[in-house]
């Protein structure tokens, strides 16, 4: 079955403590994104990478880390220096443009609802 | 950063009713999505548009690059067409970075 996974679905943390959301793709998608959803609002880029061991800040990247060192996986760290962590966490990926027949159409996994109190 | 408004924010349909949902952006783009966020978050695909029209089943869309907008058909609409429709865009040149809208809520009541 190809697709992209989120683990997990729920997530509560406590406040000042670190917290890495996984995200796992089978699709041999070269590029991998990660979004953040506030209430009634639209998706925020986050980070994304194009290749294994690169990856660029989005627009919203200051309290979060990530890692790319296999093509399958791209984990997000929320840290706690991130004020507002609390929010709905959405994976995705894309092939590459320049790869025959890619489109860069992004595709998103079911998402992780984080609750830091 | 490209600005997406979508248009309108809300609205309330009677089952088996038509829509047409708007999406204008602020500059040029060269990767136009819509998708359909159910209930439970779950963001799911409807078109990669970046020009031209499309159809799957009741819905269409249609992208005029040139204009810089977008609009999505919904024919008969049914209950399980409830939700946050929203599209997103890249901008021409900045590599992958989709930038979204805030979206349409749907709701389609009997």
């Known amino acids: 079955d190809g697709g992209i996974t989120q683990s997990p679905k729920y997530l509560f943390r406590k406040e000042g403590q670190n917290v890495t959301l996984s995200c796992e793709q089978n699709l041999n998608h070269d590029a991998m994104y990660w979004y953040r959803q506030d209430p009634g609002q639209g998706l925020r880029l986050i980070y994304y990478s194009q290749i294994v061991n690169d990856f660029q800040k989005g627009d919203i990247a200051e309290g979060y880390s990530v890692s790319r060192e296999k093509k399958e996986s791209f984990p997000l760290t929320v840290t706690s220096a991130q004020k507002n962590p609390t929010a709905f966490y959405l994976c995705?990926?894309?092939?590459?443009?320049?790869?025959?027949?890619?489109?860069?159409?992004?595709?998103f996994g079911p998402g992780t609802r984080l609750t830091v109190t | 950063g490209i600005q997406v408004e979508q248009s309108p924010p809300d609205l309330i349909l009677q089952e088996g009713a038509n829509s047409t949902l708007r999406c204008n952006f602020s500059d040029s783009v060269n990767n136009l999505q819509w998708f359909h966020q159910n209930p439970w978050g779950q963001l799911i695909n409807l078109f990669y548009?970046?020009?031209g029209t499309k159809q799957n089943g009741r819905l269409s869309a249609t992208t005029v690059a040139t204009e810089r907008y977008s609009l999505l058909y919904i024919s008969s609409s049914q209950t399980t067409d409830s939700g946050v429709y929203f599209c997103?865009?890249?901008?021409?040149?900045?590599?992958?970075?989709?930038?979204f809208g805030t979206g349409t809520r749907l709701q389609v009541t009997l």
């Open positions: 548009i970046p020009s």
């Open positions: 997103a865009g890249v901008n021409t040149g900045t590599a992958s970075k989709l930038t």
């Open positions: 995705a990926s894309s092939s590459q443009l320049g790869r025959q027949g890619a489109t860069n159409e992004q595709y």
